[in-house]
Nanobody
């Protein structure tokens, strides 16, 4: 089993940057693909970025060029660097883990508790 704990959320102004961290424990971290999801009130949860154990990345079109996902297997940590934040980025951001690479909500087996990101205009 894997436990995931996100941190780094907060209240920022439009145009600011934040770096979210997800610390993993249990399991063998390097074998997991990791995803970052977000969910705003009244909206479906969406995948914003993902990274395989070997470092192959995916970034959703809505954030591509602004957000970057990365990981350090030696530190059991995955990050989401968020730049040029916009009010529409406001959401609860969660990290998740899976052994596969299907990039679907249903394929992720382990989830963190989420961290709130609020971007004011």
């Amino acid at each position: 089993q894997v436990q995931l704990v996100e941190s780094g959320g907060g209240l920022v102004q439009a145009g600011d940057s934040l770096r979210l961290s997800c610390a993993a424990s249990g399991g063998i971290f390097s074998r997991y693909s990791m995803g970052w999801f977000r969910q705003a009130p009244g909206k479906e949860r969406e995948l914003v970025a993902a990274i395989t154990g070997g470092g192959i990345t995916y970034h959703a079109d809505s954030i591509k060029g602004r957000f970057i996902v990365s990981r350090d297997n030696a530190k059991n940590t995955v990050w989401l660097q968020m730049n040029s934040l916009r009010p529409e980025d406001t959401a609860v951001y969660s990290c998740a883990a899976q052994y596969g690479t299907s990039w679907r909500v249903s394929t992720f087996d382990y989830w963190g508790q989420g961290t709130q990101v609020t971007v004011s205009s």
